[in-house]
């Protein structure tokens, strides 16, 4: 008698069994790929330009609040010399030697019937001979804003802001003010033009640093 071990042939209904488990793994494999693929083709999908947050440089003039989009030119000047202009109009400061380039600046303070203010913070916007300066009141900050915190533009009472203000943003419990930094010298340079009244705040003393 043959002492080998007997190994009986597998029946039909167990050879289902393991077929039916090997098209059960192989079912959930090609899900799990097809899960990662959708994943991996989502994330590829390109976002939206306006849905993605866009960085601005934000600043403050009196109780307003203004920014620029941080894709223009700015520097930020502090205690920079201004030289006065007689009989300039109300909102233009001055010129400022940059870098050999006489730069206007201008002022909102009046138009805003704000007090100006004493230090001198010129935020300039531009390059070269399309430069111009504003003088704020603090250091400008940054600021990471998304379209969804754009607001629609309510009218201005103003007719200064009406001319300058693009777009109006809320964040931070604030109220931002969008201007376009690539049209402010033409902006700048048209209130200028509308404006006949002398600036009072360089002729009213002449120990001022501002030039």
């Known amino acids: 008698?043959?002492?080998?071990?007997?190994?009986?042939?597998?029946?039909?209904?167990?050879?289902?069994?393991?077929?039916?488990?090997?098209?059960?793994?192989?079912?959930?494999?090609?899900?799990?790929?097809?899960?990662?693929?959708?994943?991996l083709l989502v994330s590829r999908v390109p976002v939206a330009p306006d849905a993605k947050p866009e960085t601005f440089f934000g600043f403050s003039i009196g109780t307003y609040h203004f920014m620029v989009a941080a894709s223009c030119f700015c520097e930020v000047f502090v205690d920079t010399a201004i030289a006065s202009i007689p009989n300039a109009p109300s909102c233009l400061v001055g010129l400022s030697n940059v870098r050999g380039v006489l730069m206007p600046i201008y002022q909102?303070?009046?138009?805003?019937?704000?007090?100006?203010?004493?230090k001198l913070i010129i935020f300039a916007v531009g390059k070269g001979e399309s430069a111009v300066g504003i003088?704020?009141?603090?250091?400008?900050?940054?600021?990471?804003?998304?379209?969804?915190?754009?607001q629609a533009a309510s009218k201005e009472e103003n007719p200064v802001l009406q001319q300058l203000v693009a777009f109006h943003y809320f964040s931070g419990q604030q109220h931002w003010l969008k201007?376009?930094?690539?049209?402010?010298?033409?902006?700048?340079?048209a209130l200028a033009n509308q404006s006949h009244k002398?600036?009072?705040?360089?002729?009213?003393?002449s120990e001022l640093a501002y030039s």
């Open 179 to 189: 201007l376009n930094g690539v049209e402010l010298g033409t902006q700048f340079l």
């Open 1 to 39: 008698m043959n002492n080998d071990a007997i190994v009986a042939a597998p029946s039909s209904t167990a050879l289902t069994q393991v077929t039916l488990e090997k098209n059960l793994i192989a079912a959930l494999t090609r899900l799990q790929h097809t899960a990662f693929d959708k994943e």
């Open 108 to 118: 909102l303070h009046s138009a805003l019937d704000l007090e100006l203010p004493k």
């Open 198 to 205: 002398p600036h009072a705040y360089l002729s009213a003393s």
């Open 135 to 150: 003088l704020i009141d603090s250091l400008p900050i940054s600021l990471l804003l998304s379209s969804s915190q754009r």
